[in-house]
């Protein structure tokens, strides 16, 4: 139940949502009660609805987000003084199926993108440069911008470089990952082209590369050793232009929206995420499942304390362990190198309103709708399942971004209290949770669903953001990380470095 001042998200919850900057005194009409606030509460902060005693749990979503530290009184405002975590280490679960989720049904519609001679499709036709190491970032950079000057007046959507520090001294599962994750960037659709340079003398030589490609087109992946050519720039900006004569073949065409593969993300969250933001997308995923496409969930730390509903609607037990795996391994992952489990949320996310990782997480998991997970892979692996998708990642904005893309996205759903720039090598969509940042950042953000707060419900929104994601798909829209070139990457590193 909302006004336009405070909401209460689930009948269960102990809290509601401050609309707006409420004010010690103020008195707030929620839930059939006139509640008058004890102490100043920020825009999107909670405040409690009745008094909670110390140690009761503390309900939002209809889920504990943590317990009280001491006794809260009711029009108190909660936060990270008063109220803390009860997540613990690696846990065991049991499997119970949610009979609501959704399956990939097939569909009618389709959306204009480009058909790969390899039998892959792409919403982009750009060409890639893709360094095996990072000494060779500048000579990559070089060629890009030259290349692009040559080639502006071509057929194709842009030519692009994405650095890293990597690919130098690695070891191990270090340099798989590195591998991996630039393979599958070479292998992605929407780069129509692919220009590999490397340096001669790393670890990821050009030759090991290559064995993480799998079959490749070589009309349509050239490759460079710098250190074996006379002038690596002349001969990077010529292999590009014979990539671009095979990519000016490839136009767009129908393609089944079933092919489409989102990639669904947050950043920078805050108090609203998981009112506004974080529901659309899912409205979003729970639509494109059902006309048989592919939707892809990362940043693991920002489950827990929210798995069991990921857990519980499994395809399967096999599916339900392999969740259970991800989770427990990346828990494994903290204790290993000796940090807390549960630092989440960031000071960003504390100053919006979330106050314990319980809370982020439940929030977190809604870009989900409620899709049957279908699969669950490894970083630097890439989807092969129609439907909702788990990849093993962080919650690092650019490093999860990049392995949604690595695993085959064409598209990230990106939504953000807070705002950012960045955007990963595929179109970037920033959706905002509040109309303010919408407003202050029209240069990062793309789609403002704040409005759900405002003049818009549910239904009505849904339907406008599916359209734009699709006119995003067929070429029709940029998003703000296209139109001004924040197109970046980065690796999950692990290991040693020599």
Known sequence: MANNRAMVIHPNDSVFIALEDLSAGDVVHVNEQHITLISDVPSGHKVALKAIPTGEKVMKYGYPIGVALEPIEKGEWIHTHNIKTTLDGPLNYAYTPDENRIQAGTTDLTFQGFLRPNGEVGIRNEVWIINTVGCINKTAESIARLAGDLYKDRNIDGIYHYPHPFGCSQLGDDLLYTQKLLGNLVNHPNAGGVLVIGLGCENNFIESFKESLGDYKENRVKFIESQWVDDEIADGIDLIGELIGEMEKDKRQPISLSKLKVGLKCGGSDGFSGITANPLVGEFSNLLIQNGGTTILTEVPEMFGAETILMNRAANER?????????????????????????????????????????????????????????????????????????????????????????????????????????????????????????????????????LLENKNMDQLKQAFFNYVLDIASGNTQTNNEKFGFKEIAIFKTGVTL
């Open 319 to 451: 599916i339900f362990s392999k969740t259970v795996n991800l989770i427990n391994g990346f828990k494994d992952y903290f204790i290993q190198h000796q940090q807390p489990i549960y630092e989440n949320p960031s000071p960003g996310n504390k100053k919006g309103g979330i106050s314990t990782l319980e809370e982020k997480s439940l929030g977190c998991v809604q870009k989900g709708g409620i899709g049957e997970v279908v699969d669950v892979i490894d970083y630097g692996e890439k989807v092969s399942k129609q439907g909702l998708n788990l990849v093993q990642g962080p919650g690092n904005d650019l490093v999860s971004v990049t392995a949604l893309a690595a695993a085959g996205a064409h598209i990230v759903l990106f939504t953000t209290g807070r705002g950012t720039p960045f955007g990963g090598p595929v179109p970037t969509v920033k959706i905002s949770t509040n109309s303010q940042i919408y407003t202050k950042k029209k240069n990062w953000i793309d789609f403002n669903a704040g409005e």
